[in-house]
């Protein structure tokens, strides 16, 4: 997966903390920095040298989704894919087997059971997550993360995933904008994201089908983020309208209903109605599947935090548009879909009603454009191919 | 209040000698003042090394040292460093903890941090360059001599802003980023070319060619093209028909590259060699001063090395990257070096670590691939497809036991002989 830099390609930082870890293999680690920093990628790294040192050590990862099990899963070398379990933090606690090392990704978004079960097994931790990030209600709070597990703090400062553009446009929903603002930039793609506006929820959905399913076909690893279920279900009914399918499989979930049989229906019905766009989360979908079978990956904000994709489209962003997030409030969990893509980000918008949130942005860090103006670029002229 | 003095220091190599007591340094480097004028560029260079982050040098003020005339050093002790300049007050926020924070003090003045940034983003591209053309043997550059100068312009604009407008043909190389979904192989670079010549050119999206529409400006302000040649071969063609014309031209060579599924990038390259639309805009493109010609060429090959430098240079890919530039310097030898020159100085020396290896061990072939058992035994000889000994100083050999012989003494296929 091309998330996972190589050891050659990290920062100093990155290598310094490694560093820190193999002279001190038994100190309690927590690797903070902000989205796109490799938190994540350390992680796989840390874990490589801890079974360089340690061959028969017990490893186990936690993370708090399964897309993001998903994610780390391809990271793990082949030669310990089979020993090193990664697991959701509900299985771990079910799980009574005694570990050496934790790693726990997104570690902010745990509860304090988790914490105080973790002690219990006095196994080593090793902790990454960003407290900007937080978009969970009854998480356990930073400090009490850090009695319990009495963590070593490292903080990245150098955020690689994001250009420049994005970044300022993520800045406003940062709960310390300041310091990310003020982190340092790696060299990547510098492409200012792309704010489109559509006369209608139909105008709009036409547009962000054409260019998600045209990102996905020329093989670029997409994604559309929505705020939660209920937007999921309503924009696959949509789109199984406008595409002339019948969107008898997306129905409502039942209670009880398990989240993951519920959403594999749903992709099924979506693979026979030859729609190149799959569920991801929830147990549901595979990042792997959707790199190799060109399609897009339909995902909640929730559910996207820990990834990245190459192009992500954050639709529908309207008054109406619930952040829901409990007593979080939803400019975290905007911060966080704003902050998942390596390349290109589309926000598009109703033009009558566009969310508060779009009136907080700096223009000056987008492009902006209407959804009808794209769609004649795309068919007015020879040269618009280019 | 004692005078105080300053020296530069890379911050892992000040936190190794302070905790060791002591700082040594050539007396002739220590500074009387904090500021731009008293600080020559090659005392950073000899003390910081060439650092990457702005938080990774400090300026360390002190009033008492030990000076040694007969070795030209001098020895300031650790319990004698009074304060710790940052480069700037992000840099102060992004220090590591190594430093102890009483000691740091105010930011050094603006002149003297970008008097070091410039000279650090120069230095690291120069180092990018420079190594790029010794790795690949590249002795004649005078060439490039004109464009180097551009180019660093161009450099310099993009690391203070990279939103700046681009006007010259360098400016669009510096910033043009794809913005559509475009192929994701080699037919994608080119596809990229024609949209970076369209902005270059300043087609308007949407445009159809009128007849009688009236002349326009094609070249945007302060551009290195000449807008003395006019641009389009026939008269009367205003300058948008002509860049459309031939920006539908590409369009068809595109498409029949798509179809005919040879899309390496040599195989692409091969096709823009051949094909008069691209001579044409090499053509117009021929007014930038210095060589080489075939501007269009240099694009695509610039364009291609930078997707693949900005993917990472890896262990596991630098043979590959290796062998790609050595193909493409076969077939367009200038336009290889300078689009070698231009991704050098784009990305500085960081990017190449992996590559540091190959200077004085080149990389081995690949593991050959052996036709099948029936063919006759002379073409068992493991050929290399393009002539790799010609080309350069370096000579590489064959594998071990690769020859026409060594299978003879087997009497059987190698292909079979390693199935086994």
Redesign the interface.
């Given at each position: 997966m091309?998330w996972l830099?190589?050891y050659?390609?990290l920062?100093?930082?990155q290598l310094?903390i490694i560093q820190s870890f193999k002279a001190q293999p038994n100190r309690n680690l927590w690797i903070t920095g902000y989205a796109g920093s490799g938190k994540s990628v350390l992680l796989i790294h840390i874990l490589l040298a801890i079974k360089e040192r340690y061959p028969n050590a017990r490893v186990a990862i936690v993370a708090f989704t399964h897309a993001l099990i998903d994610q780390l899963r391809s990271g793990i070398p082949m030669e310990y894919k089979t020993g090193v379990p990664v697991m959701t933090p509900y299985k771990f606690l079910l799980d009574s087997t005694s570990w050496d090392y934790v790693l726990v990704d997104e570690v902010q978004d745990l509860k304090h059971e988790f914490f105080v079960d973790l002690n219990s097994r006095g196994s080593k931790v090793i902790a990454a997550g960003d407290m900007n990030q937080s978009i969970y209600d009854n998480t356990c709070p930073e400090d009490d993360i850090i009695d319990y597990l009495d963590l070593d703090i490292h903080r990245l400062?150098?955020i690689h995933r994001l250009?420049?553009?994005a970044r300022m446009l993520a800045a406003p929903f940062c709960e310390d904008k300041s310091?990310f603002m003020?982190?340092?930039m790696g060299?990547?793609?510098?492409?200012?994201p792309k704010l489109i506006s559509g006369r209608s929820y139909e105008e709009e959905l036409r547009w962000l089908s054409e260019?998600a399913f045209?990102?996905a076909?020329?093989?670029?690893h997409t994604a559309i983020l929505l705020p939660s279920h209920q937007d999921i279900r309503y924009f696959l009914r949509n789109l199984c309208e406008q595409q002339g399918v019948n969107s008898s499989f997306v129905r409502d979930k039942e209670p009880g209903e398990w989240e993951v049989n519920y959403y594999n229906e749903i992709n099924f019905g979506l693979r026979n109605a030859g729609l190149p766009i799959r569920y991801l989360g929830n147990g549901a979908g595979s990042l792997k599947v959707s790199a190799t079978e060109k399609i897009v990956n339909l995902i909640t904000y929730h559910s996207a935090k820990g990834l990245d994709f190459e192009?992500t489209f954050l639709p529908f962003l309207t008054k109406e548009r619930y952040m829901p997030s409990g007593n979080i409030p939803g400019e975290s969990l905007f911060f966080v879909a704003l902050t998942r893509a390596r390349?290109?980000m589309f926000l598009s918008y109703n033009s009558s009603n566009p969310h508060k949130f779009l009136g907080m942005i700096d223009r000056?860090c987008l492009v902006t454009s209407t959804a009808a103006e794209e769609q004649?670029?795309s068919k007015?002229?020879?040269?618009?191919?280019? | 209040m004692n005078k105080m003095y300053y020296l530069p220091l890379h911050i892992i190599n000040f936190s190794t000698q302070y905790r060791m007591g002591c700082i040594s340094a050539p007396s002739k480097f220590i500074m009387n003042e904090l500021n731009a004028a008293a600080c020559p560029a090659e005392s950073i260079s000899y003390f910081s090394g060439l650092f990457k982050e702005e938080s990774d040098v400090i300026f360390i003020g002190f009033s008492l040292f030990a000076s040694d005339k007969k070795t030209g050093y001098t020895t300031i002790f650790s319990e004698d460093v009074l304060t710790v300049h940052p480069l700037g007050i992000i840099a102060a926020q992004m220090m590591p903890q190594l430093i102890d924070r009483d000691l740091i003090s105010e930011p050094v003045e603006k002149n003297l941090r970008e008097k070091l940034i410039s000279f650090r983003n120069k230095e690291l591209a120069g180092r990018g360059s420079g190594f790029l053309m010794r790795l690949f043997g590249i002795e004649d550059t005078t060439f490039l001599d004109g464009l180097g100068k551009i180019w660093v312009r161009s450099l310099e604009k993009y690391m203070t802003d990279q939103n700046f407008v681009p006007a010259t043909l360098a400016d669009y190389l510096m910033t043009y980023e794809r913005t559509r979904n475009f192929n994701k192989n080699a037919v994608g670079i080119l596809e990229d070319t024609a949209s970076l010549i369209k902005q270059l050119y300043g087609l308007p999206d949407g445009y159809h060619p009128a007849p009688l529409m009236g002349t326009e400006t094609l070249f945007p302000e302060n551009s290195e093209i000449s807008p003395e040649k006019p641009i389009g071969s026939d008269e009367g063609e205003n300058h948008h028909d002509w860049v459309y014309l031939r920006l539908k031209q590409i369009a068809e060579v595109r498409k029949e590259l798509l179809d005919s599924k040879e899309i390496s990038f040599i195989s692409v390259l091969e096709r823009v060699n051949s094909n008069r639309v691209f001579t044409e805009f090499n053509e117009d493109l021929r007014a930038m001063e210095s060589e080489p010609e075939r501007w269009f060429q240099v694009i695509m090959i610039y364009l291609q090395l930078r997707s693949k430098i900005r993917e990472g240079i890896q262990a596991d890919n630098a043979v590959r990257f290796w062998f790609f530039i050595k193909d493409i310097l076969m077939i367009m030898p200038k336009e290889t070096i300078t689009a070698l020159y231009l991704a050098g100085q784009r990305f500085g020396i960081n990017e190449f670590v992996p590559l540091f290896l190959f200077m004085n061990h080149p990389p081995k072939l690949k593991p050959i691939e052996f036709p099948p058992a029936e063919l006759p035994l002379e073409h068992t000889e493991y050929r290399p497809a393009r002539n790799y000994w010609n080309d350069s100083s370096k000579t590489y050999k064959l594998r071990e036991g690769a020859s026409t012989e060594y299978y003879k003494q087997k009497k059987q296929s190698p292909r079979k002989s390693k199935e086994k």
């Open positions: 091309k830099v190589p050659t390609q920062d100093s930082e310094g400062r150098i250009s420049r553009n310091g003020s982190a340092s060299s990547g793609v510098e492409l200012k260019r045209g990102y076909e020329t093989g670029y192009v390349e290109q000056s004649l670029k007015n002229s020879i040269n618009d191919l280019f | -």
